[in-house]
């Protein structure tokens, strides 16, 4: 992906997200725990590049928790609460 934006005219936005709709009982503190040891097994998901003049520097951030927001919301107003927490991060520029 480096090398795409590198090279090309590419926005440079690779973030992806998932809206999973859950029923019946739920662990938060057990999903909690299941992302974070995801996140802690693979470097890839705790890794950043960083551009110093035309070279790529990989960056692995330490394990830390990854934080889980949990919120009540009705049928009716569910479409809003999505678009609420799932924008687009802006460009770097």
Request: charged share 20%.
């Amino acid at each position: 992906m480096w090398l795409t934006d590198a090279v090309g005219d590419s926005t440079g936005l690779y973030v992806e997200s998932w809206v999973h709709r859950i029923r019946g009982d739920f662990s938060a503190a057990a999903a909690q725990q299941a992302l974070t040891g995801i996140v802690r097994r693979h470097e890839s998901l705790r890794s950043r590049l960083h551009i110093h003049g035309n070279r790529a520097r990989q960056e692995v951030l330490p394990p830390m928790p990854v934080p889980l927001t949990r919120c009540r919301v009705s049928p009716a107003d569910l479409q809003a609460a999505i678009r609420e927490v799932v924008v687009p991060a802006p460009p770097d520029g």
